[in-house]
């Protein structure tokens, strides 16, 4: 009888700690380019990162992004969405960005799914480990350009192949600094 059989306990194949870790899912350095191209190109980009670079580790990320590229980041994680004090006046950045990352962040209702304050003609970049986010959004506002991977393999890969990529205006980057933090 199975349920009384003793199995010899090397006949058993007992998962190991690396059998639960998942194998991350990489930005290709072709998607890093047309992402990095596409906020280069942009007069005024912003960087929307989700809840999960609400860390110190993932905080560190988007001011590399924010260093390397100059170009402004921020955390939307909550439900006060554009009226969360503590990202300032986000609602009146949100609302000249012309290209808007979003950074493993679905484009739900914290970002009113692409609705104002965003402009009409705001073009929309996703970067997102799931693939039915990415068609939400698609569907939703459109996205000029999405593709799946993880968040913080994503960010790292666009750090290092936007390194040498041209970044527009510097001012930029001060002016939403200024409505974030003062």
Request: one cysteine or more; hydrophobic letters at 45%; aromatic letters at 8%.
């Amino acid at each position: 009888d199975v349920l009384d059989a003793t199995v010899p306990e090397d006949a058993v194949l007992w998962p190991t700690q690396d059998d639960f870790v998942a194998t991350p899912v990489q930005l290709t350095d072709a998607a890093a380019d047309t992402v990095a191209k596409l906020l280069a190109d942009a007069k005024r980009p912003l960087v929307i990162g989700a809840p999960v670079l609400a860390n110190r580790k993932g905080r560190a990320l988007l001011r590399m992004i924010e260093t390397t590229f100059g170009v402004p980041t921020c955390i939307s994680e909550g439900p006060r969405s554009f009226n969360d004090a503590s990202l300032g006046a986000y609602a009146s950045i949100a609302a000249q960005a012309d290209v808007v990352l979003l950074l493993g962040k679905a484009m739900d209702f914290t970002v009113r799914f692409g609705g104002a304050p965003f402009r009409q003609d705001c073009r929309f970049v996703a970067i997102d480990p799931d693939g039915a986010i990415l068609d939400r959004a698609a569907h939703a506002r459109g996205l000029t350009f999405g593709c799946v991977a993880d968040t913080y393999p994503a960010a790292e890969t666009l750090l290092r192949r936007g390194k040498d990529v041209v970044f527009g205006d510097t001012g930029w980057l001060a002016e939403a600094h200024s409505a974030f933090y003062d």
